[in-house]
């Protein structure tokens, strides 16, 4: 693996790097980039002249919509884990004050209204239960 990047890769970079916002030496982050931010198969790939974007989009990105504000709610709880066969298996437990914005926040986020003041999320991996 050659030490210094190939000229073409490297001056397309830091031109991309040069409409970043923030990056006041677009050259030292292009080699940093080259040395260390990569994994050896990207550098094989841009050498062979498959691939010459290390800054590509990256596609499993979701665009969340921006905070307007938050409220923390307190409240107690605890974690249990249990042991099964295979693996471990984490539950967690929420004990919150009722609050009708914390109801609609559960439904929104999956839970399920399994009894009064019991709400549940189960997944394959672990459980949440928020008791009001």
Same mark, same amino acid.
């Given at each position: ?6 000229? *073409? ?8 790097? *040069? ?15 080259? !040395? !260390? ?12 002249? *498959? ?19 938050? !409220? ?40 399920? !209204? ?19």
């Amino acid at each position: 693996m050659p030490r210094r990047p190939p000229k *073409e890769w490297f001056y397309y970079v830091v031109s991309e790097l *040069e409409k970043v916002k923030g990056v006041t030496d677009p050259k030292a982050v292009a080699g940093w980039l080259w !040395h !260390h931010g990569m994994k050896p198969e990207t550098k094989k790939k841009i050498l062979k002249g *498959e691939s010459l974007d290390p800054l590509r989009k990256r596609t499993k990105l979701t665009n969340k919509p921006k905070v307007l504000s938050y !409220h923390d709610f307190k409240g107690e709880g605890l974690i249990r884990i249990l042991w099964r066969e295979k693996d471990l298996y984490p539950e967690f437990a929420l004990y919150m004050p009722s609050n009708q914005d914390i109801r609609a926040a559960l439904a929104l986020a999956g839970f399920n !209204h399994e009894s009064k003041g019991k709400w549940v999320l189960r997944t394959n991996k672990f459980n949440i239960f928020v008791y009001l």
